[in-house]
């Protein structure tokens, strides 16, 4: 039976990212992005059961309604403070993953490329993920690269590999410049 994994990111007011209670980096991240390091040569299988660990199990009868109170905050705003992104039988954020590796992972919000900011975690955090995801020459070559193999090997089809770079800054550009708090979920159909 086919998925599709969709990840979604957005600009929420501020005050509304502090009420939330998104629980963070769960327990054992640490430990999974260790093993990552350690297993530097490691197999597409390996790596794809390694992501899935991360979450993103069909029903999470704890975080799914929170990501649904999160998604319905995006309705009313603006398409340049929003971005969706799905892939067919895999994880738009997987793909960045692997593109990353598992120190630029850790530099990213949250976990899973799910995370709940409010606008002084925006403010303080975004030149780091600028850091990361706004890599420039050669390594921006060898990222595009391997988010492309994955999207093409794993999911069903390249998709927009810049996307993957350009569209969480984007989100976090406007959280910052409006003064609010911003969100991203992955959910799977």
């Given at each position: 039976m086919g998925y599709?994994?969709?990840?979604?990111?957005?600009?929420?007011p501020d005050g509304a990212a502090a009420a939330v209670g998104w629980p963070g980096r769960p327990a054992g991240a640490e430990e999974r992005l260790a093993w990552w390091r350690a297993h530097p040569g490691a197999g597409r299988a390996e790596l794809r059961a390694l992501f899935e660990s991360w979450g993103h199990v069909e029903e999470d009868e704890?975080?799914?309604?929170?990501?649904?109170?999160?998604?319905?905050?995006?309705?009313?705003?603006?398409?340049?403070?929003?971005?969706?992104?799905g892939l067919r039988k895999a994880f738009p954020f997987h793909a960045l993953a692997f593109a990353l590796g598992p120190d630029g992972v850790e530099r990213l919000p949250g976990w899973g490329g799910e995370f709940v900011w409010d606008a002084g975690q925006v403010?303080?955090?975004?030149?780091?993920?600028?850091?990361?995801?706004?890599?420039?020459?050669?390594?921006?070559?060898?990222?595009?690269?391997?988010a492309a193999e994955w999207l093409a090997e794993e999911g069903d089809g390249e998709g927009e590999v810049a996307e993957l770079f350009e569209a969480p800054l984007r989100v976090l550009r406007a959280a910052a410049r409006a003064g609010e708090g911003a969100m991203g979920v992955e959910m799977v159909f």
């Open positions: 599709q994994g969709w990840w979604m990111l957005g600009v929420v704890e975080l799914d309604p929170v990501r649904w109170e999160l998604l319905r905050m995006l309705e009313e705003r603006p398409e340049q403070e929003r971005w969706v992104f403010r303080e955090r975004l030149p780091e993920v600028e850091a990361v995801l706004g890599v420039g020459g050669a390594a921006r070559e060898s990222a595009f690269g391997r």
